[in-house]
Nanobody
C-alpha cells in the first residue's frame, strides 16, 4: 500500500508560477514511478509528468513550463509549474506505480498507476 497526499494547489493568475507537492508513504521502496496527472472539467485525465528512477518524463503540452523533482527517496514528487495559463486549470493528482517496465512510454499511461491521491485544485484566472 502507498498513500499519497498532495498539497500546494490554489488560485493564481495567468503567467504566475505554482508548486505542487506529493508526499508518499507506505511501501514507497517498491515504487517505480511517481507521476502527476490532471483532469479539467469535462475532459479526460491527462498525464503531466513523472519521475522514474530520477528520470523526468513530461507531457508535450507542458514541456518547458513544468519541472518535476524529487528528493531521491521515492517518497516525494514536486511539480513546479510556470507561465501558467487558464487552460492549466484542473484537479492535479499524484499517482504511484509499483510496476516495473523497461520502456518509459508505459509510465505516460494512467493504467500503470495503482495508487492515487485525492487531488488538489489549481485554478488559473485570465
Amino acid at each position: 500500500q502507498v498513500q499519497l497526499v498532495e498539497s500546494g494547489g490554489g488560485l493564481v493568475q495567468a503567467g504566475d508560477s505554482l508548486q505542487l507537492s506529493c508526499a508518499a508513504s507506505g511501501r514507497t521502496f517498491t515504487t517505480y514511478a511517481l507521476a502527476w496527472f490532471r483532469q479539467a472539467p469535462g475532459k479526460e485525465r491527462e498525464f503531466v509528468a513523472a519521475l522514474r528512477n530520477n528520470k523526468a518524463l513530461y507531457s508535450e503540452s507542458v514541456r518547458g513550463r513544468v519541472i518535476i523533482s524529487g528528493d531521491g527517496s521515492k517518497s516525494t514528487a514536486n511539480l513546479t509549474m510556470s507561465s501558467l495559463k487558464p487552460e492549466d486549470t484542473a484537479v492535479y493528482t499524484c499517482a504511484a506505480s509499483l510496476l516495473l517496465y523497461k520502456i518509459d512510454q508505459y509510465y505516460y499511461s494512467s493504467r500503470v498507476y495503482g495508487y492515487w491521491g485525492q487531488g488538489t485544485q489549481v485554478t488559473v484566472s485570465s
